[in-house]
């Protein structure tokens, strides 16, 4: 089995990739932008902020030529949100350390993801938007810095039970700028739920479980290689407003 340095951070081969790239990423943000926008005049009818705290109980599997690595950590963090009208704007971070197994292939890796969304309500239990992340991965190989930019969904449906509801979080992240490492092909996230809400009370309990599958380019002697991001998620929030 070949191994070239760590699954954490592969070195770049070809940095002007990135910076071709920058012009895509801003029409697209525009655009995003432009979406969003008509749905300001509307906040006198509805508004409201929330936050919340929680922890992804995290399993990182990278498929790199014939071998398999693992990572295991606990990632937690925070997230704000601001609801005016049908309009809901949100910020978080989520940071943590990833245990590999003590390998040069395999080094303890430092993860932190800073994500911002905004969406459009489609109805009661329906949003659709867009989505901006940042990730940062510092391994003993250095530091690669990933800049996600796509489509975001988000469905919350009624369950049976006053105050239990299910809901999914989609998000499909085509444009990409990369610092320290390959190109990304395919980035993709997806958490499934439910949540809990006690009557006349503004807390919000949610737990799910959550997806994420991200391939990365073939870039000088380096093949491919596919990562995947996959846990438990565990959530407690407050929202208030009307």
């Known amino acids: 089995m070949r191994r070239r340095g760590s699954c954490g951070s592969p070195r770049a081969r070809s940095p002007g990739r990135g910076v071709a790239a920058a012009p895509r990423i801003r029409a697209r943000l525009a655009l995003a932008i432009a979406l969003v926008a008509p749905a300001l005049p509307g906040a006198a009818r509805a508004q409201g902020i929330g936050g919340t705290v929680g922890g992804f109980n995290t399993q990182r599997r990278i498929y790199y030529e014939s071998a398999v690595y693992e990572q295991t950590g606990l990632m937690y963090g925070g997230a704000g949100s601001l609801r005016l009208g049908p309009l809901l704007v949100e910020a978080g971070t989520l940071q943590g350390t990833l245990a590999g197994d003590g390998s040069t292939a395999n080094a303890d890796t430092k993860v932190r993801a800073t994500t911002a969304r905004a969406q459009i309500a489609l109805g009661p239990w329906a949003r659709l938007g867009a989505q901006l992340e940042s990730r940062r991965y510092e391994a003993d190989a250095g530091p690669t810095v990933w800049r996600l930019l796509g489509a975001a969904v988000h469905v919350e449906p009624g369950l049976s039970i006053t105050g239990l509801r299910g809901w999914a979080d989609v998000a499909i992240l ?56 996959r846990g438990i998620v565990a959530e407690a929030g407050v929202r208030l407003g009307r």
Not at 200 to 221: K, M, Q, T, V, W
């Open 174 to 229: 085509p444009a990409s700028l990369v610092s320290g490492g390959p190109k990304l092909k395919v980035a993709m996230q997806v958490a499934v739920g439910a949540s809990f809400s006690p009557r006349r009370s503004p807390l919000n309990l949610r737990l799910g479980y959550r997806f994420e599958r991200y391939d990365i380019e073939a870039s000088g002697l380096a093949g491919e290689r596919y990562e995947q991001f």
